[in-house]
């Protein structure tokens, strides 16, 4: 029985970076993906909020057993907080809680406020996240009326940098920011926390994420690029070898790797690809007792 659409999956396995632009959420750029490339098994790497725009690692087929490995490295971003108002979601979408003077605020506050927020911290994550209280998204509680109170959580804040400020109104100063940090790190958690640092209350009126892993926005092509162009901008393999170090193998051994078994280790750290003779990835793996032992194997299902 054929589908619905009439339309065959195109059977496309690969990896794109996307230019995401503000007010669609990461669903939204991964449906309109799907469409574009005419393939079901597309997945992204790492949500966005829908006002933030910038570096959103998108895969198809066998690639999106890559996107747990994509949304465990770390981040960079540029940022504007806004000290003056705090908001329910601590960014520019959410209801006012607090407005407060900060005219009295001066870059070396900010910067040392900065300081203080940076290195291997435990951070609140916002009250408006993806977290699941008991079986909930922590943001549909918020959007319900309930009061959500959520642990700290440890991250590692790499670089937290002021790049420039201005001053909207006399009682409000805006802070470009950078920040590069690890996965899990919310952004419009550092705006709350210095706005609160600083005694005035902040949230976030701008997010671009400019780097997830290697991937940058030099990578990056807009949704309109890819709909008059190729979606898939790198094979699966580019994309392993893009992500892992790299493990080339005989072809007796890449038969056992294809088939899921482990292998020999060689003494690398972590995880990372292996290859077989034609250049093809066969798997992601990881070395553990003085084995090789694929985390997800990438080769093609035998069709014997």
Avoid at 59 to 80: C, E, H, M, P
Avoid at 115 to 138: M, N, T, W
Avoid at 273 to 299: H, I, K, M, S, Y
Wanted: proline share 5%.
């Amino acid at each position: 029985m054929g589908r619905r659409s009439g339309r065959r999956d195109s059977g496309v396995d690969g990896l794109t970076v996307v230019d995401k632009p503000a007010e669609m959420t990461s669903h939204d750029v991964v449906a309109r993906i799907r469409r574009i490339a005419n393939t079901r098994r597309v997945g992204h790497g790492g949500t966005l909020d829908p006002m933030a725009t910038g570096v959103l690692v998108v895969a198809f087929g066998r690639a999106t057993r890559l996107l747990t490995f994509v949304s465990g490295s770390d981040k960079a971003y540029t940022a504007t907080i806004r000290l003056g108002v705090a908001t329910v979601t601590d960014d520019a979408d959410g209801e006012q809680l607090s407005r407060a003077d900060a005219s009295g605020v001066a870059e070396d506050q900010v910067r040392a406020g900065l300081a203080a927020l940076a290195g291997d911290v435990e951070q609140i994550p916002s009250a408006v996240s993806a977290i699941k209280i008991d079986g909930r998204r922590s943001y549909a509680r918020v959007r319900a009326g309930e009061q959500v109170e959520l642990k700290a959580r440890p991250v590692r804040i790499e670089r937290l940098e002021l790049l420039a400020t201005r001053r909207p109104e006399p009682e409000l100063l805006d802070c470009d920011v950078e920040v590069e940090c690890s996965t899990g790190t919310y952004v419009r958690a550092i705006a709350r926390d210095l706005g609160a640092a600083l005694g005035v209350g902040g949230h976030l009126t701008a997010l671009r994420r400019t780097r997830v892993g290697h991937f940058t926005l030099g990578d990056a092509a807009t949704l309109e690029e890819l709909e008059s162009g190729r979606p898939v901008r790198m094979s699966l393999s580019e994309a392993a070898a893009a992500l892992f170090p790299r493990r080339d193998l005989a072809e007796a051994d890449a038969a056992r790797m294809s088939h899921g078994n482990p292998l020999p280790g060689v003494g690398i750290d972590g995880p990372y690809a292996v290859f077989g003779p034609d250049g093809g990835v066969l798997a992601v793996v990881v070395e553990r007792g003085g084995l090789a032992r694929p985390e997800a194997v990438l080769a093609p299902a035998s069709r014997d």
